[in-house]
């Protein structure tokens, strides 16, 4: 029988009825199915949620601490620079000429001429460059570059050459009308990935007269086309120097460059004038100007601002001056030093030599009068101050004793910066001018806004300022400006508004820490002022995923990366689990397992949520803390020649590296055991750790696998791979 054809008999001589309520649920089960169905849904796009925003602030923590890591190492290639060369007795080397602009310095004329000497051979099928460019040129640069084409050598110098005179005639501040445009379009940072540049042209159109463009720095970096991405923005900036404006960014810093990547790019595509082009690229970075200013209502940097950045005095600065914002001015440098000496000569007559303790108590008072002097003095509810720099005074203003910078870790744990604590504990009597422009420049490089009033030390990126809503009105107000836009911090949408609406961050390198973290953006201004935001993804996988396949690539990928950051800390993370675990058991709480791992790693991250994806938990509820080891382990058993000596070099692998590739001056990929030693005794004497030349030895020998006599480079890098476990049973299976 049919679903309602069944009637009562008695009912058949009579109209029949229809049982309504067989046929529909009551109202108030709909509702609350409906409820069931809402609740649920809720929670599950709630859990979603926390997991996409644990992994962005895994991402982003880690990626801030590399940039603390970078800070500090940059102090060992100054160290080195001063070091290596004596101990290779080989004179000036390409340390020098990265690290020292005044190391043998070429004329430009004698540049010119080594360019035109260059020979293109019949056999290079890429494009051929005349200056000064077409579009026919740029067109070919396009095309080239989409087929996976590498330009000549002889036109990158030129086009270098080139682009280093026509920034030499540009003002350090821009200033545009978007009267002769209908629209003005703002790029931010691109990171080396070309994909996302062609899609902007392609979307927004190639840069014209009728087509502005400006690009907030940050273009190398990270990805694997940087020097593609310049050699077009390049290109298209002498094509069109009224209708292409480039902004300086905190990666547009040779000294940056060498951890993230460029400087390794460079070499490997120009094995043959890779020198020379980074030595040019030295020149031109620091030539870009630092910001622009539309209609007098709009100001344009890369990082920020601080409490005390004076754009009359940017205007004013030698920006060619700072080649690296890492490095303080070398005039600066001789002046804290000595500084330095009559500023410790006077402690040491004051202070009893009996009694270390009591030195550190007076540092302490002293440290403590300073930050109350410059808190005093200060509008704002904390004075501006970077771990790294930041300006304490204008050309025009009473120059200040500067706060502390926050507490650094031990040498162990982190390089020390030789120019942090000794600028930051003594009052200078008088900054030199190119000491305030360097802090000019990097507040404007490196900050970041907070929601919070008042500016302070970016002490998590270490480096710049950050600065509040009211330091933002107060400067937008003094120039009479509306809007301020930056880039420098990656956004999950491409773009974020704060501060009320003043300040906006753009961001235009889609899937930045992993395919599908992050869309990039762009925004268009027109004459009246009113932003316009386009987003967009670079994906070929992507949008076949739902959002919580997504979220699972994005959150195992950053999940991997934080393991890794364990197990490089594994010595110190079980040295301080034990000292809660006085029996012995293996287990400690969650809460103070919590609170060791932040106390080691400082990435401000919140481990209690995280806990169910790193360690396990036993029956009675406690953390066994060794499981957080488990999933991982060395790609290459190395023989513990000294205690912790292989987790240490682990630690600092990507340092290594880069030393690594600065030592390896022929290229070969392959550096003496000799010249592997010496590196190691200099970087450990650095470190503070202290290991002996035998150690050393043996350590270098167990890394040299195939017993040559030399260090691989392969070898190197597969000595101190990590391999996470989870991985290898799937590839097995698979």
């Known amino acids: 029988m049919g679903c309602g054809t069944s009637v009562a008999i008695e009912n058949q001589g009579r109209p029949s009825e229809v049982d309504v309520s067989a046929r529909q649920p009551s109202p108030a089960l709909t509702i609350k199915a409906a409820v069931l169905i809402q609740r649920w849904y809720r929670r599950y796009v709630a859990r979603l ?127 545009l009308s978007s009267s002769y445009a209908k629209e003005i379009t703002i790029c931010g940072d691109l990171h080396g990935r070309l994909d996302d540049l062609l899609l902007i042209f392609y979307k927004n159109g190639l840069p014209s007269a009728e087509n502005p463009y400006i690009f907030n720095g940050d273009f190398v970096d990270r990805g694997k086309k940087s020097i593609e991405i310049i050699i077009i923005l390049f290109a298209f900036l002498l094509l069109y120097p009224d209708h292409m404006h480039l902004n300086r960014g905190n990666h547009e810093d040779h000294i940056m460059n060498l951890r993230y990547g460029f400087t390794k790019e460079v070499m490997q595509k120009y094995k043959t004038h890779g020198r020379e082009i980074l030595q040019l690229l030295q ?81 302490r008072k002293k440290k403590s009068r300073l930050t109350k002097q410059s808190s005093s003095s200060s509008s704002s509810s904390s004075s501006s101050a970077s771990s790294v720099c930041s300006p304490r005074a204008s050309c025009r203003a009473t120059p200040r004793r500067p706060p502390p910078s926050p507490r650094l870790p031990s040498p162990v744990d982190m390089l020390q910066v030789p120019f942090l604590d000794s600028i930051v504990s003594l009052a200078l009597p008088e900054p030199p001018r190119e000491e305030l422009e360097w802090r000019q420049i990097v507040d404007v490089l490196w900050s970041d806004p907070k929601n919070q009033n008042g500016c302070s030390p970016n ?128 287990r400690i709480s969650t809460n103070e397992w919590a609170q060791v791992v932040e106390s080691v790693l400082r990435l401000d991250l919140p481990w209690r949520t995280l806990r169910p994806r790193l360690v396990r938990l036993a029956s009675d509820g406690n953390v066994e803390y060794e499981s957080c080891f488990e999933n991982i382990s060395a790609g290459q058993p190395i023989p513990q020649v000294t205690p912790n000596l292989a987790e240490t070099m682990y630690r600092y692998r990507t340092d290594l590296e880069i030393i690594f590739n600065i030592i390896d001056k022929d290229h070969s990929g392959q550096i003496s055991i000799e010249e592997f030693r010496q590196t190691w005794k200099l970087f450990s004497s650095h470190l503070g750790v202290d290991v002996d030349d035998q150690a050393i030895d043996d350590m270098a020998r167990s890394i040299d696998f195939n017993k040559d006599g030399s260090i691989d480079f392969n070898e190197f890098l597969e000595a101190f791979r990590v391999v996470h476990k989870l991985d290898m049973k799937e590839q097995q299976q698979g």
């Not at 990626?63 to 100054?78: I, K, R, T």
């Not at 950045?309 to 914002?325: G, M, N, Q």
């Open 283 to 363: 020149d031109v970075f620091s030539l870009l100007p630092i910001a622009t200013i539309i209609d007098n209502k709009v100001l344009i940097v890369h990082g920020g601002i601080s409490d005390k950045t004076d754009l009359y005095f940017l205007s004013s600065v030698e920006r060619h001056r700072v080649k690296s914002a890492l490095r303080l001015p070398k005039r600066s440098l001789d002046h804290t030093d000595v500084c330095c000496s009559r500023s410790s000569s006077r402690q040491s007559r004051r202070a009893r030599v009996d009694s270390p303790c009591s030195t550190g108590r007076m540092k």
């Open 49 to 175: 949620e926390i997991r996409r925003r644990y992994t962005w602030n895994i991402f982003q923590s880690i990626e801030y601490a590399g940039e603390q890591d970078q800070l500090q190492l940059s102090s060992f290639f100054s160290f080195m620079l001063d070091n290596f060369t004596q101990l290779n007795g080989n004179g000036p080397d390409l340390i020098s000429h990265l690290l020292d602009s005044a190391v043998d310095p070429v004329t430009e004329e004698v540049r010119q001429c080594k360019y035109e000497q260059i020979v293109v051979p019949d056999s290079y099928s890429g494009p051929r460059l005349s200056f000064p460019l077409s579009v026919t040129d740029t067109n070919a640069l396009l095309s080239a570059f989409k087929e996976q084409q590498t330009l000549h050598g002889k036109y990158v110098l030129q086009l270098l050459h080139e682009t280093q005179k026509f920034l030499k005639q540009m003002p350090n501040v821009i200033y």
């Open 459 to 586: 002490s998590f990126r270490g480096g710049g300022c950050y600065f509040g809503p009211d330091v933002t009105q107060r400067l937008l107000k003094k120039h009479g400006m509306c809007l301020l836009i930056r880039s420098h911090e990656c956004k999950q949408e491409g773009y974020e508004l704060c501060h009320n609406g003043q300040v906006i961050t753009i961001f235009s390198a889609s899937n930045y820490y992993e395919e599908g973290s992050n869309r990039g953006a762009y925004v268009k201004l027109g004459p009246e002022l009113i932003p316009r935001f386009f987003q967009y993804q670079v994906s070929r996988s992507t949008r076949k995923l739902t959002l919580q396949q997504r979220v699972s690539v994005a959150e195992s990928s950053a999940l991997k990366a934080l393991q890794e950051k364990l197990f490089a800390h594994r010595s110190e993370l079980m040295a301080a689990f034990q000292q809660y675990d006085i029996n012995n058991t293996g």
